[in-house]
């Protein structure tokens, strides 16, 4: 697999918005290969590693659209790397307790320093397990819900049921709505370019950005709450 991850492309295709790149650097994959890629990434960012999962599934679904791949096979495994990475992370969570996540912030203190563990902390004071379901939706919780809900020992049965609900909302919902919107914009604007394809795709997709925004705004809320009560 380590040729896959190195595999370079070309010089030509790394310019533009990271959709665009890894777009660009899927697109020369079989179907299959495609599939695992989306799989393995999205499955090790929910195991807590920072990998860009949701940018993978968007450029894997957008792929899917050209024909390049199925949408139900992008659908199944970001829904599988999904759920067994986050039921991993769990695992790992539950073994490794608090020292594990202040372990995870040294090594990634951009994306899982204590502010952003505090925050997650706090979600799920505030959520309880449906923070597992939401943080589907939300950068910081995709990381961090599995290690987290594993470390605050939340049962499994209650884990399970939010992470597999939410990761087949996430995965399914993105890919078909990208599909839907892609197809069906690129037979109307089939004499207008792709940039006129991509804008309809992003417009097709924006009440998930919506749900996302409201989510972080409650997130930062939690967090200012969490301040003034440590002040």
Request: hydrophobic share 50%.
């Amino acid at each position: 697999m380590s040729g896959i991850f190195s595999r370079a492309a070309p010089a030509g295709r790394r310019e533009g918005s990271p959709v665009e790149q890894v777009t660009g650097w899927l697109q020369d994959f079989p179907p299959l290969v495609i599939y695992l890629i989306v799989g393995l990434i999205i499955g090790m960012e929910s195991m807590g590693i920072p990998l860009p999962g949701e940018i993978t599934l968007v450029s894997a679904s957008l792929l899917s659209v050209k024909g390049i791949g199925s949408p139900w096979g992008v659908s199944v495994a970001a829904a599988m790397g999904a759920i067994i990475g986050d039921s991993i992370g769990y695992a790992v969570g539950k073994r490794g307790g608090r020292p594990l996540l202040h372990r995870l912030g040294r090594r990634f203190p951009k994306h899982l320093g204590e502010e952003q563990i505090q925050r997650a902390e706090g979600m799920f004071a505030r959520w309880g397990t449906w923070a597992v379901f939401f943080g589907r939706f939300i950068a910081l919780l995709r990381i961090l819900a599995g290690p987290m809900a594993g470390a605050l020992h939340v049962p499994y049965r209650k884990f399970l049921l939010a992470n597999a609900s939410g990761g087949l909302v996430w995965a399914f919902g993105t890919v078909w709505v990208i599909y839907w919107i892609g197809e069906a914009a690129e037979r109307w604007l089939s004499r207008f370019s792709w940039a006129a394809l991509i804008l309809a795709v992003l417009a097709g997709i924006a009440t998930t950005l919506v749900f996302k925004h409201r989510a972080k705004k409650a997130m930062r809320s939690t967090g200012e709450k969490l301040i003034a009560t440590d002040d």
